[in-house]
């Protein structure tokens, strides 16, 4: 039997190899970056080392971790938006701008996803992508399984309507 650091950090190794790929397609699909997936994953485990302690004492590890990706990506999406604002007030408007959105011909999953506001495109991917249950969702998210219902059946409506109604339903394997 090794010394308690010596556990702690064979056990965390044990958690780092069953949950990183999970924890990366996460951030992937709750930013749509695929280049910032791994980075977030990476980030999240660093976090989840500095205070293994007190996650390796919670109720669901694996849970823990999602919150902890879930608000790595949040911050990243609040800074990308905080600074495209910024950009947006210096960038000069161009005369020759188009009035409408240049809509692509096909709206692949990945960019209806990114349509959504967070909340909503995290308790999609959580319970769809993920399968996890509402109470699940909540405590990765830290809101009520009342937010968690009420924003996944608004962002499945919203999909819905970017995707339609037979890719929707394809999307979350025939359930509503």
Not at 77 to 94: D, G, M, Q, T, Y
Not at 96 to 123: H, I, S
Not at 127 to 147: K, M, P, Q
Not at 158 to 169: F, K, T
Request: charged share 30%.
């Amino acid at each position: 039997m090794g010394t308690p650091a010596t556990d702690a950090r064979a056990e965390f190794q044990e958690f780092f190899e069953r949950h990183y790929a999970e924890l990366a397609r996460l951030a992937h699909l709750l930013t749509g970056e695929a280049d910032a997936a791994d980075d977030l994953a990476a980030d999240a485990m660093l976090a989840l080392w500095h205070r293994w302690d007190r996650a390796r004492a919670a109720e669901h590890p694996a849970a823990y971790a999602r919150g902890v990706v879930a608000n790595l990506a949040r911050s990243r999406i609040r800074s990308a938006v905080r600074e495209r604002r910024r950009v947006a007030l210096f960038w000069s408007r161009r005369s020759d701008a188009c009035e409408g959105p240049d809509v692509p011909g096909v709206v692949d999953v990945q960019e209806a996803l990114r349509a959504l506001p967070f909340r909503k495109r995290a308790c999609v991917v959580l319970r769809h992508a993920f399968d996890l249950s509402e109470r699940d969702t909540s405590l990765v998210l830290g809101i009520s399984v009342g937010t968690v219902k009420s924003q996944t059946s608004k962002g499945m409506a919203e999909l819905q309507r970017l995707l339609g109604p037979r890719a929707a339903a394809d999307l979350v394997g025939g359930r509503k």
